[in-house]
């Protein structure tokens, strides 16, 4: 807390009791995360977290859905994935969506390739065109 941070987020395997002691123990919000639709949200809530945090990989949107059903005062972030999973996962109930962007490294990666076959397909346009032009020598 005393240095800047909002909130402490917690790993769905936490037990309540740690909840509840790290709820007592400090100020921001304790943002517990939820795996399924199945967890005990309301002993989760009483433990002392403050919002949830869903991450479902591709069945986010759906416990999202089911989790807003139940509870729909609850505040719940949800992780992102592509445009149309986040659309989804808003569209369910989701109040924030949290994102992780591709790295540097992956997105350079990325733009080196697409400049690498630019290239390439350049090249074999080139020869494709000095051959032609040399075969049209050969006939003259």
């Given amino acids: 807390e005393q240095l800047g941070a909002f909130g402490v987020v917690l790993n769905s395997p936490v037990d309540n009791e740690t909840i509840t002691g ?38 986010t949107p759906e416990i999202v859905r089911k989790i807003r059903e139940k509870y729909p005062k609850i505040t719940i972030i ?20 949290t994102y992780t962007p591709p790295s540097s490294i992956s997105m350079i990666a990325d733009k080196t390739a697409l400049y690498r076959s630019r290239e390439n ?7 494709v065109t000095e051959e032609t032009s040399s075969d049209v020598q050969k006939t003259e």
């Fill in 22 to 59: 790290l709820r007592n123990l400090i100020e921001i919000p304790v943002i517990v995360t939820v795996v399924s639709e199945d967890t005990d949200i309301e002993a989760r809530m009483r433990a002392g977290a403050s919002m949830i945090n869903v991450s479902g990989a591709e069945r």
């Fill in 121 to 127: 397909a350049a090249a074999g346009s080139a020869r």
């Fill in 78 to 97: 949800a992780t992102g994935g592509l445009t149309e999973s986040i659309r989804e996962t808003i569209k369910a109930g989701a109040d924030a969506i």
